[in-house]
């Protein structure tokens, strides 16, 4: 993996480079952690991606410690103008970024607030919002995918009232054979961790990348920097939510629910896939051709689909 250095702020910060598509994309968040996840096609046919975390991931050696006020005195405006120096950096004209799970949310905002330089955004596995994710998690956790609570979804599965949990496993299993049943039930009711996922060596290799998460930085981001934050009102950059359908850290009916109400509206999408809980870039097989025919249709059709 190409890494070149960059002076952020004048101190040099490590740029990771991955993949050979024609989309320059900001990763946002540790992306050096999170590139051999993602599907190999999609960094093949559709990305190149730069990753300059200096936040997220462990220092690999003392002479790159952080101090403790370089992250306390982060907020989520500052953290986006970081990002804002990284590309310019990079000397790269529009960009467009990518941000797993929560920072999929600093991502949004990043594109709001420099709308210019962003061409396109993908949220992967992102809630609408930190404040009441708690209670929208519960639901699912209550396996509540009634329509009668989320009338604007307009998805086969959402017409399904998960019964128990045997009912759900012999639906999943018809969707993914290679899966054990203990994944299975891994997968539906504790997705929250990563543990598990369609390839057989994810388990190691997720927990190495939990293992290499900067813990401080996580309690921050998610105490501080981005707690309370709510996407609404109007999306003003073509951006594609991929959503699992077995996530329940940022189930799917969250966003689509708020879309439907038109509470997010404007240049938004989302792809439910069926085969994915909260990492659908590494579980799922549809990852990339999801994106493919998004943008497909993102440059003749958005606006009149929307």
Not at 6 to 30: A, M, R, Y
Not at 78 to 95: D, F, M, N, P
Not at 109 to 135: C, N, W
Request: hydrophobic share 35%; aromatic share 12%; with cysteine.
């Amino acid at each position: 993996m190409p890494i070149k250095t960059l002076l952020i702020d004048g101190k040099p910060v490590k740029c990771f480079i991955d993949g050979d598509g024609p989309i320059p994309c900001l990763f946002i968040g540790p992306g050096a952690i999170y590139f051999p996840t993602i599907a190999s096609e999609a960094k093949r046919e559709l990305f190149t991606f730069y990753s300059a975390d200096r936040y997220f991931t462990k220092p690999s050696n003392e002479a790159e410690e952080l101090n403790p006020e370089d992250i306390t005195s982060l907020d989520l405006n500052s953290y986006i103008s970081y990002y804002e120096k990284v590309r310019k950096a990079l000397k790269l004209g529009q960009v467009a970024l990518m941000g797993p799970s929560a920072l999929g949310l600093v991502a949004h905002e990043y594109a709001q607030q420099h709308t210019s330089k962003i061409t396109h955004v993908f949220m992967i596995g992102t809630p609408s919002t930190t404040r009441d994710l708690v209670q929208v998690q519960n639901t699912f956790f209550e396996g509540n995918y009634n329509p009668n609570y989320y009338p604007s979804l307009a998805t086969t599965w959402s017409k399904k009232k998960w019964i128990n949990f045997h009912n759900d496993r012999q639906t999943f299993q018809q969707i993914n054979l290679n899966l054990t049943d203990e994944e299975c039930y891994i997968k539906e009711l504790v997705a929250d961790q990563e543990k598990y996922s369609i390839n057989p060596e994810s388990e190691i290799m997720l927990k190495n990348r939990w293992d290499s998460f900067n813990l401080t930085m996580r309690k921050h981001f998610f105490e501080k920097m981005i707690a309370g934050y709510i996407m609404q009102g109007k999306v003003k950059v073509p951006t594609l939510v991929v959503s699992g359908l077995y996530d329940g850290i940022a189930p799917f009916y969250d966003i689509a629910d708020k879309i439907g109400k038109k509470i997010i509206y404007g240049k938004i999408s989302q792809v439910i896939l069926e085969d994915a809980a909260h990492s659908p870039h590494f579980e799922s097989i549809q990852f990339t051709e999801c994106i493919m025919k998004w943008l497909s249709q993102t440059s003749c059709s958005l606006q009149a689909r929307l």
